[in-house]
């Protein structure tokens, strides 16, 4: 870990009750995050929130941005691991429905983060968290890309490598309109993500199978 991208903490906690101080103060940003907004997230709000006195946030966290930063980790955390489950569940052939549990896996971290949602749509990132997402969209690409080099029986070279980005970039975007608001999220919308994505995976798959002959 490079010493730009390392998260600013004051402390990693150690014991157990450190460690579950530390995920009530995170959990009580996100909160606040997703139904207050961000210019709501104080130092004094998050222990208003969590009930942790506002003297042992800061031995954690210097800031409201490490705060910020611990959090969008976290979020981006869970997408990685989510791609690696996905390209095993896909390179074991247990996916019937590639598209369809790709953009349902993407969904639900997308509804289970609001308070990433909040953050990501306010572009509230410092720039250590907006080189981490960039990354994670790449990770997330990459992924998707030994999927369908898996599926296709080669290497796609550059024409898989942009399809997979393309892939991750339109996905990103309709479901963060899906999921932005603070009224139910309209997942017909997802359903016709998941249309056009079939489409183009079956059009990209049949290109990739063509060359590899």
């Known amino acids: 870990m490079t010493e730009a991208s390392r998260p600013r903490v004051r402390r990693e906690p150690q014991q157990a009750r450190s ?37 042992s946030i800061y031995q954690f966290y210097p800031d409201k941005g490490a705060v910020v930063d611990a959090l969008g980790r976290r ?13 095993e569940r896909a390179v074991s052939g247990e996916l019937t429905d590639l598209v369809g549990t790709m953009v349902d896996v993407y969904a639900d971290l997308f509804r289970s983060q609001p308070g990433g949602m909040a953050l990501w749509a306010g572009r509230h990132l410092s720039p250590e968290l907006a080189r981490a997402d960039e990354a994670s969209n790449t990770l997330i690409a990459d992924g998707l890309q030994r999927i369908v080099e898996h599926l296709t029986g080669g290497p796609g070279g550059e024409r898989a490598r942009r399809a997979t980005r393309m892939v991750v970039w339109a996905s990103n975007a309709v479901l963060h309109e899906v999921f932005k608001g603070d009224g139910e999220p309209d997942l017909e919308t997802v359903e016709e993500l998941k249309r056009m994505l079939r489409f183009y995976w079956d059009d990209l798959r049949g290109r990739l199978e063509t060359a590899a002959e």
Not at 27 to 51: C, F, H, K, P, V
Not at 75 to 87: G, K, N, P, R
């Open 19 to 55: 460690r579950a101080r530390v995920e009530a103060i995170l959990t009580a940003a996100d909160r606040i995050l997703s139904q207050e907004g961000y210019e709501a997230l104080t130092m004094r709000r998050i222990a208003e929130e969590s009930g942790a006195p506002v003297g």
């Open 75 to 87: 979020y981006l955390l869970a997408f990685a691991s989510a791609i690696d489950e996905l390209v």
